[in-house]
Nanobody
Framework: QVQLVESGGGLVQAGGSLRLSCAAS????????MGWFRQAPGKERVFVAR????????DYADSVKGRFTISRDNAKNTVYLQMNSLKPEDTAVYYC????????????????WGQGTQVTVSS
């Protein structure tokens, strides 16, 4: 059983930056593809970014490409999401999630989820 705990959310002005962290415990962290997802009020949870087991591959939603960067530190059992040039439409609860595979897993295939962290971007 893997436990995921997100941190780093908050209130930021448009154009600002935040760095989210997700600390994992209870499993072999490097055995999991890690993903970030977000859910805005009244909307479905959607994919934001994913990173491969070793960190050698990353993938992003078109809406965040060039602004967000996902990374991981397997020695620290932590995955990060650096968010730059934030926009009001980035406002959402951000969740990290873990899946053993495949690399391109659907949201429903992710096995473990954190509790989420709120990101609010003011205009």
């Amino acid at each position: 059983q893997v436990q995921l705990v997100e941190s780093g959310g908050g209130l930021v002005q448009a154009g600002g930056s935040l760095r989210l962290s997700c600390a994992a415990s209870g499993g072999t962290f490097s055995s999991y593809v890690m993903g970030w997802f977000r859910q805005a009020p009244g909307k479905e949870r959607v994919f934001v970014a994913r990173i491969s087991w070793s960190g050698s591959s990353t993938d992003y939603a078109d809406s965040v490409k060039g602004r967000f960067t996902i990374s991981r530190d397997n020695a620290k059992n932590t995955v990060y999401l650096q968010m730059n040039s934030l926009k009001p439409e980035d406002t959402a609860v951000y969740y990290c999630a873990a899946v053993r595979g495949p690399w391109i897993a659907t949201i429903n295939q992710y096995e473990y989820w954190g509790q989420g962290t709120q990101v609010t971007v003011s205009s």
